[in-house]
């Protein structure tokens, strides 16, 4: 790498933690998309109404 930073990934030296800081990380991106995304779309679907795109909002 140009500036020489490295990242070392080891399980013995720990290698836990890179999975530690990953789920602290996903599980709340997961949370925001489930409810900000998923279940207005999933809801909007068994209510049996069409999506609507207002590309204003977007």
Same mark, same amino acid.
């Given at each position: 790498?140009?500036?020489?930073?490295?990242?070392?990934?080891?399980?013995?030296?720990?290698?836990?933690?890179?999975?530690?800081?990953?789920?602290?990380?996903?599980?709340? !991106?997961? /949370?925001? %998309?489930?409810?900000?995304? *998923?279940?207005?779309? !999933?809801? /909007?679907? %068994?209510?049996?109404?069409? *999506?609507?795109?207002?590309?204003? /909002?977007?």
């Amino acid at each position: 790498m140009r500036d020489g930073f490295i990242i070392i990934y080891d399980h013995s030296v720990g290698g836990d933690s890179y999975y530690s800081i990953g789920d602290a990380v996903c599980v709340p !991106v997961i /949370e925001w %998309i489930t409810k900000y995304y *998923l279940n207005p779309v !999933v809801n /909007e679907l %068994i209510r049996g109404r069409s *999506l609507r795109l207002d590309m204003k /909002e977007a």
